[in-house]
């Protein structure tokens, strides 16, 4: 179709290829086959006759195509991707609850406290405030903790997953990173993501307390 790209692979490209099967396959004995790499354009299918019409001018010749196994891949990927915001959005709600609780309980604590001041003119921005400021200092120490501690354990799955988010012709074999480089090559993403995470949890104990504090002021008398 329009728009195929085509290339023949070289023998160092080859030999590169078969390297985690063959070792090092540029000093092997073996005859190694010619390859010629196929890259249709989106939506465009094989034709069913290529393998046969390429028989009938070069006898022996095997079609291979990954298609299908890139779309399992990338199936599960989405699904792992829906499966880690499904979990983001249950640990948000469940920190949500539990903050909405804990502010409850306070409020109960204090309510003479809290009628005295509101009776003597503090307003409901105020009080709010003043629970919420605290909640969100709170929640921002717990996210920087739980930060610091999630660090190694991401660190150590990105060095396990590393080989796979490598082109196989930009490194010499598809292996694990060494640890003193492995910085350097950490994505943007993620450290865009640790840094916002403790944000994010401030500011969730930080609206959820202004949320129910309004809420338990206007029903006082």
Partial sequence: PEGTHTH????????????????????????????????????????????????????????????????RLRALAASLLACAALALATVGGIATMITALATRTGLATRRDIIEILHGLGASDSYIAGRFAGRTGILALGGGLVGTIM??????????????FAVSS?????????????????????????????????????????QTMVRLWLRRLP
């Fill in 8 to 71: 023949q692979m070289s023998k160092e490209e080859l030999a590169h290829l078969l390297t985690p099967w063959l070792g090092e396959s540029n000093k092997t004995a073996l005859p190694l086959p010619a390859v010629i790499e196929v890259r249709l354009p989106e939506g465009a299918e094989v034709p069913p006759t290529l393998e046969q019409t390429l028989n009938t001018r070069i006898p022996g010749t095997v079609v291979e195509h990954n298609a299908e196994w890139s779309s």
């Fill in 150 to 163: 999630a660090i190694a354990p991401l660190v150590l799955l990105f060095r396990m997953a590393a080989p």
């Fill in 169 to 209: 012709l930009q490194s010499t074999a598809a292996t694990m990173p060494d640890w003193r480089t492995l910085p350097s090559i950490l994505p943007t993403d993620l450290l865009i993501s640790l840094i916002a995470l403790p944000c994010a949890a401030a500011f969730i104990g930080w609206a959820t307390t």
